[in-house]
């Protein structure tokens, strides 16, 4: 959240605290309905996984969600992505998002997605329901990866990842909307099995007080993870370089956590870009917007411009030579069941506990007949 939007919560608090506390008991309330089955609930034939987060904004879940389908491909288990494909206008629902599709009809994070992780089918609808049940039926997945899935509760997920920011365990904390960033109030949080927190070793290790302090109660393991740019490719012609090799560029973001891009954009490149355009989360890029990014970079005697994937999408067929984007790897770190025992360390041993206890029961009774 920006620092602009934080200072006009905290200026308005005698205002938003009250209409928070009406907001949180609402979501208390619909909780309850769909825990009791009072409002329906679709539980998937397939081992579902749920990626999602508390609060607004950056929290990673884009690409621990892609990690989770490379998993899968790795593991030749098919895998299945549901997304509601925000500012996604398709043709119909449910749509399949194949590579070549533009972004505008896609959304941009499904198509980056599909176009990342060939191996894996990226179904988009607001109605994750109807897309579950058409992408299980058409494709016959081993793994359902639910999208931004921790309020969509009329899917049964049987693993529940929650990310957070480490903002979420400081000055956010508890803020629902429209006091703060928060989507459910803390008791939602019980519902977790993991949480996940985008931060290094060194900032998990200066939050692990609060972490203790507050997620302890709920007796859930917590990992750190980090999103780790490891070198630059060109969005046309796909070549690779670790950096610049100190040539001036220009940075443009259009996410919801552009300081933390900042920061990757100076440490892999050892210095700052000359100029950072920002642009809002989701930002639908146009011609005008394009040239003056050029216009900017020209200005600036910069050779290259730089961007997010998630931005390389969105621009498509608009870029041009100068236009790079990140590399990026996902990076596993210290938790609180120890520093030898990583997320994805969790994850094989989650995964395989619940498939057993999904699956061996009925290839037991197929064996015993």
């Avoid at 996604?88 to 992780?117: F, S």
């Avoid at 793994?143 to 929650?162: C, I």
């Avoid at 809002?280 to 200005?299: E, W």
């Amino acid at each position: 959240m920006s620092d602009r939007v934080t200072s006009l919560q905290d200026s308005l608090a005698w205002l938003l605290t009250p209409l928070s506390w009406g907001y949180a008991g609402l979501m208390r309330l619909r909780a309850w309905l769909y825990r009791n089955r009072l409002l329906a609930v679709w539980e998937p034939e397939v081992l579902t996984v749920s990626v999602g987060n508390i609060g607004w904004g950056g929290s990673g879940k884009t690409p621990l969600a892609g990690w989770l389908l490379d998993w899968a491909a790795q593991k030749g288990v098919g895998a299945l992505l549901l997304t509601r494909g925000y500012k996604a206008k398709p043709v119909a629902y449910p749509y399949v998002v194949k590579q070549g599709a533009l972004a505008e009809e896609a959304g941009d994070e499904p198509l980056l997605l599909a176009r990342e992780h060939p191996d894996a089918r990226v179904v988009v609808d607001p109605v994750r329901t109807r897309g579950g049940r058409f992408g299980i039926r058409r494709f016959n997945p081993g793994l359902v990866v639910l999208d931004d899935g921790f309020q969509h509760m009329a899917v049964h997920r049987h693993v529940n990842l929650v990310l957070l920011r480490p903002d979420d365990l400081l000055e956010q904390w508890d803020r629902v909307i429209p006091r703060g960033s928060w989507r459910e109030p803390k008791a939602a949080l019980k519902r977790a099995d993991a949480f996940l927190i985008k931060t290094g070793p060194e900032g998990f290790q200066r939050l692990r007080p609060r972490v203790d302090q507050l997620l302890g109660r709920f007796h859930k393991p917590v990992f750190s993870f980090q999103v780790a740019p490891v070198g630059v490719a060109n969005v046309l012609s796909g070549e690779s370089r670790r950096d610049f090799e100190g040539g001036r560029y220009l940075l443009v973001s259009g996410t919801g956590d552009p300081d933390a891009i900042l920061r990757s954009a100076r440490h892999l490149l050892g210095g700052s870009p000359a100029k950072h355009l920002k642009y809002p989360d989701h930002h639908a890029y146009t011609k005008a917007d394009v040239l003056d990014m050029q216009s900017a970079a020209k200005g600036l005697g910069c050779d290259f411009i730089l961007c997010t994937p998630k931005d390389a999408v969105k621009l498509g067929p608009m870029c041009t030579p100068e236009f790079w984007q990140f590399e990026l790897r996902m990076a596993f770190g210290p938790s609180t069941i120890g520093a030898k025992t990583p997320f994805n360390i969790w994850w094989k041993g989650r995964y395989e506990s619940v498939y057993l206890r999904r699956v061996a029961p009925g290839k037991q009774k197929e064996s015993n007949e």
